[in-house]
T-cell receptor, first 115, second 112 residues
Framework: NAGVTQTPKFQVLKTGQSMTLQCAQD?????MSWYRQDPGMGLRLIHY???????DQGEVPNGYNVSRSTTEDFPLRLLSAAPSQTSVYFC??????????????FGQGTRLTVV | AQSVTQLDSQVPVFEEAPVELRCNYS??????LFWYVQYPNQGLQLLLKYLSGSTLVKGINGFEAEFNKSQTSFHLRKPSVHISDTAEYFCAVSAPGNDMRFGAGTRLTVKP
């Protein structure tokens, strides 16, 4: 099973460039999210989606956009990259019924460097 | 909103020794609690979870955790660690209708 697939695995950007990190899941999960991981800070939620057409902001949304046109895909867009966005980015998905939260499945991560 | 504090950023331990990784949470509602493990250059993998019921939860690779509501803790334990347990461990909390929040992580280093 593919699970959650992120592309690319590595990326170097120049300050001011834009790019899209791709995330796809094949488990028919309603809930998808993007986190960034920085040393000593754990994972911080950037944006999340509870279903196609519905997105919302997490803890650190500034500088990022998302959309959810299908259940399977949840791309993260960096509008104008800044060195502060150098990080490892993880996409996750899970079932998200209103009454309970189940295990989140993570992609392998995208290591982004902004120079 | 919920939050998580992992009390130790690094835990060095010798092989075959017991280990405890500490996690405290705060929430005004009932919570679900998770421990994830991250091996170098990989994504996060679920070790165990507490949703309801028995407060002692057993997970993969011989790990277990105990939910203590009065102390708002969810500490992770293993009676005898192996070199292969060297990794970063994350405690996470969520609640019905809420997203998942992670602690800062604890780096476990098992020495021979």
């Amino acid at each position: 099973n593919a699970g959650v697939t992120q592309t690319p695995k590595f990326q170097v950007l120049k300050t001011g460039q834009s790019m899209t990190l791709q995330c796809a899941q094949d488990m028919n999960h309603e809930y998808m999210s993007w986190y960034r991981q920085d040393p000593g800070m754990g994972l911080r939620l950037i944006h999340y989606s509870v279903g196609a057409g519905i997105t919302d902001q997490g803890e650190v949304p500034n500088g990022y956009n998302v959309s959810r046109s299908t259940t399977e895909d949840f791309p993260l867009r960096l509008l104008s990259a800044a060195p502060s966005q150098t990080s490892v980015y993880f996409c996750a998905s899970s079932y998200f019924p209103t009454s309970r939260h189940t295990e989140a499945f993570f992609g392998q991560g995208t290591r982004l460097t902004v120079v | 909103a919920q939050s998580v504090t992992q009390l130790d950023s690094q835990v060095p331990v010798f092989e075959e020794a017991p280990v405890e990784l500490r996690c405290n949470y705060s929430s005004s509602v009932s919570v679900y609690l998770f421990w994830y493990v991250q091996y170098p250059n990989q994504g996060l993998q679920l070790l165990l979870k507490y949703l309801s019921g028995s407060t002692l939860v057993k997970g993969i690779n011989g790990f277990e955790a105990e939910f203590n509501k009065s102390q708002t803790s969810f500490h992770l334990r293993k009676p005898s660690v192996h070199i292969s347990d060297t990794a970063e461990y994350f405690c996470a909390v969520s609640a019905p209708g809420n997203d998942m929040r992670f602690g800062a992580g604890t780096r476990l280093t098992v020495k021979p």
